[in-house]
Every structure is written in C-alpha cells, then in structure tokens.
C-alpha cells in the first residue's frame, strides 16, 4: 500500500505561481513513476506530468509543456508540481498518483494509488 497526501493548493491570480507537493508513505517511494492529474467541474480527470523512478525522465501534457516542472526528491519521498504562468483553465483539483509499473505513462488507469486531491483555483 502507498499512502499520498497531496499540499499546496490554494487561490492565486492568473500569470502567478504555485508549487504542489505530495508526500508518499509506504513501499519504497522510488520505485516507480509518479504522476499529477488534475479534474476541473464538470470535466474527466486529465494527465498534466509524469516522472520516473530517477527524476531523470519527464512527459507532460501539452496544455502545461513550459510552464509546469515535475521533480521528485527520492529522499523525502516527495513528488512536486512546480507550476507557472497559471491561467484560469488550469483551475482543478490536482491528483498525484503512484504508477504500479516501470513505464512512464499518461494514462490514468497504469496509476494505482492515489491522493486526496489538492484544489488550485485561478482567476482570471
């Protein structure tokens, strides 16, 4: 089992910056990928970044490419969303996720544990 709690959410003005972060208890954090989804009202849950067991490998979704950073801190079992540039569309509830395989992917279904959940709202 892997216990995630996602922190750092909050209300911030478009052109601001947030940074996510989610903390992993349980089996070894390292390895496997981890990723964030991100759900807005009314909206199916959509992939923003994913990252390897290293750091060293990184995908996004292209609404985000430039202007969000995935990076993982092995050591504090820790997964962030450095997040830049916020528009209003990026307004959802952000999912971090642990992936129960090796392959880096976007799809949610390859990803079996999962946060609660953290809100970021942007206004315009």
């Known amino acids: 089992q892997v216990q995630l709690a996602e922190s750092g959410g909050g209300l911030v003005q478009a052109g601001d910056s947030l940074r996510l972060s989610c903390a992993a208890s349980?089996?070894?954090?390292?390895?496997?990928?981890m990723g964030w989804f991100r759900q807005a009202p009314g909206k199916e849950r959509e992939f923003v970044a994913a990252?390897?067991?290293?750091?060293?490998?990184?995908k996004y979704a292209d609404s985000v490419k430039g202007r969000f950073i995935i990076s993982r801190d092995n050591a504090k079992n820790t997964v962030y969303l450095q997040m830049s540039s916020l528009k209003p569309e990026d307004t959802a509830v952000y999912y971090c996720?642990?992936?129960?395989?090796?392959?880096?992917?976007?799809?949610?279904?390859?990803?079996?544990?999962w946060g609660q959940g953290t809100q970021v709202t942007v206004s315009s």
């Open positions: 349980g089996r070894t954090f390292s390895s496997f990928p």
């Open positions: 996720a642990d992936a129960n395989r090796p392959t880096l992917t976007s799809e949610a279904f390859r990803y079996e544990f």
């Open positions: 990252i390897n067991w290293s750091g060293g490998i990184t």
